[in-house]
């Protein structure tokens, strides 16, 4: 076993010592382009210091693009992009590329934090499939945004830098092919002539051209501009994500890594949409405090389901997991999670149906079961965008997927005052669900509107602001301090 150990260690230094010492290892593209696809990682020296900053500039902005995807989840493409623009220019130098306003040594350094600050997260992220999946995902969508922003001479370099043999059809060139390209796309002549069609070697879009998407001939695939975007995307996440998987394994021969890994530790929690929330230190909650807990702290989401429970006795998968996980980080032990759940669930079924199809299930989300993660609470991002419930759940954001009139009437029995019921339905239609939530905060408390100093994007943090507010010093309810 050690022996075995020992050969893989040895291969995995042989093949970074190899990686290092090829002449191809260059970070930077050779062109004009902004853009790239990150194949091989840079090897400057950089300080610890800096290569934090950078990589907290990079996760500032793409949790920034997780918070705008949600908010224009509706709307238009030119909406969304148009406020990508406004809302990641000031906070993000990489986005200042495309203006015409930065020096020739901005403009390297620039596209130099974007190589570090991209493999630092890589680096970061790699160490579970859920950080993995958010971090490619965001990735994708910043690398989308700024090929969008790229000239047209740029994006040819960015084919000449990676290999991408691919090219602007000509007006002679369109013409002389122009029934075909009519007759593969449903469009006009006049209509074709207009479009943007790019002639690409068909082995990089072998998917398109197996699903009879393209128009193919003499080895060349032709493609409008939006199926290119598709094919380079493809590339880069299939990259991306063999990348990530290797880079799990060599985490371990990672030099620096007393300090280094702590500061990667500290980027995965210290601020996206998938930020862990745990119960705060010394403090807990017991099952018996639950009720009292719901009807004063919790964001709606939650406190649905808390009643669902008490008058159904019984919660699905996706309930389970979502208040499961949210009760975990409040503090909530496994013992008093076991008690909880049995409790409700047997005044339905007998205790053993409960330990045989449920105690499984909750012992697995506090890590003692199966492959012992410590799974987090679900963001609101997760909640939303992930396993919407179907009619008879009872998991999900109230905001996000109730009906209009199921809303309202989740709000009046809150008891919120008409006029804000109205503005939270008006701002759950424009899926600005984090400020209908973030009202709902205020005005439950009887708080100014636009008081929170930050939108909530966390039941938990719905959860610590309003224990934070009252103090803890609430009637029927005190949080126990730990016995540790
Ligand atoms: S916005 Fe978030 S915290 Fe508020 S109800 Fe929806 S999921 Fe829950």
């Known amino acids: 076993m050690q022996f ?4 893989r260690r040895s291969k995995i230094l042989r093949d970074v010592n190899e990686i290092k010492a090829s002449d191809n290892y260059t970070f930077t593209s050779t062109g004009e382009s902004n853009l790239c696809m990150y194949e091989l990682a840079p090897k ?7 290569f934090e900053d950078i990589a907290a500039q990079r996760l500032k902005a793409l949790r920034k693009i997780e918070e705008l995807k949600l908010r224009h989840e ?5 909406e969304y992009k148009a406020s990508m623009t406004k809302e990641l220019t000031p906070i993000f130098d990489l986005c200042k590329l495309h203006t015409s306003a930065i020096t020739n040594e901005q403009r390297k350094e620039y596209r130099l934090n974007d190589v570090i600050g991209h493999f630092a997260l890589r680096l970061a992220f790699c160490r579970s499939p859920e950080d993995t999946k958010w971090f490619v995902t965001h990735e994708i969508e910043l690398f989308r945004y700024r090929f969008q922003n790229e000239t047209k001479s740029a994006i040819k370099n960015f084919f000449l830098d990676n290999n991408f ?11 002389s092919r122009i029934e075909d390209l009519c007759a593969s796309y449903g469009l006009s002549p006049d209509k074709v002539r207009s479009t943007e069609i790019w002639a690409m070697d068909a082995l990089d879009a072998l998917e398109l051209v197996r699903k009879r998407k393209a128009f193919v001939h003499s080895g060349k695939v032709y493609l409008e501009y939006d199926s290119l975007i598709t094919i380079i995307v493809q590339r880069l996440r299939a990259n991306m994500y063999s990348s990530m998987a290797r880079a799990n394994q060599y985490m371990g021969m990672i030099e620096e890594q007393d300090r280094l890994l702590p ?12 930020k862990e929330f ?3 230190e010394g403090q807990s909650i017991t099952r018996h405090q639950i009720d009292s807990a719901s009807s004063q702290f919790f964001p709606l989401c939650m406190s649905g389901i808390q009643s669902h429970l008490r008058k159904n006795h019984h919660l699905k998968h996706g309930a389970r997991r979502q208040y499961g996980l949210f009760l975990k980080a409040i503090g909530l032990s496994l013992d008093e999670a076991m008690a909880f759940f049995r409790e409700e669930f047997t005044q339905k079924i007998d205790s053993d149906k409960f330990e045989k199809q449920y105690g499984y299930n909750i012992r697995h989300m506090y890590g003692k079961e199966g492959k012992r993660v410590e799974y987090t609470a679900f963001s609101c991002a997760s909640i939303i965008l992930n396993n919407p419930p179907s009619h008879d759940d009872c998991h999900g954001c109230p905001f996000k997927h109730s009906t209009e009139d199921g809303l309202k009437s989740i709000l009046k029995s809150n008891k919120i005052k008409s006029e804000y019921i109205d503005e939270m339905i008006a701002l759950s239609k424009i899926n600005q669900f984090d400020k209908a939530c973030s009202l709902h905060w205020e005005v439950s408390r009887g708080r100014e509107k636009g008081s929170l100093p930050s939108l909530i994007t966390h039941p938990n943090q719905y959860y610590d602001l309003a224990r934070d507010a009252a103090g803890n010093a ?3 309810f005190k949080m126990e301090e730990s016995s540790e």
């Open 4 to 7: 075995d150990n020992r050969s």
């Open 44 to 50: 400057e020296d950089i300080s610890l210091r800096n």
């Open 74 to 78: 509706k709307g238009t493409h030119e």
């Open 165 to 175: 043999d691919a090219e602007l059809m000509s007006p002679t060139e369109k013409e």
């Open 263 to 274: 500061r990667l530790e500290r980027l995965t929690k210290g601020g996206y949409g998938g």
């Open 278 to 280: 745990n119960a705060a």
């Open 474 to 476: 609430v009637e029927g």
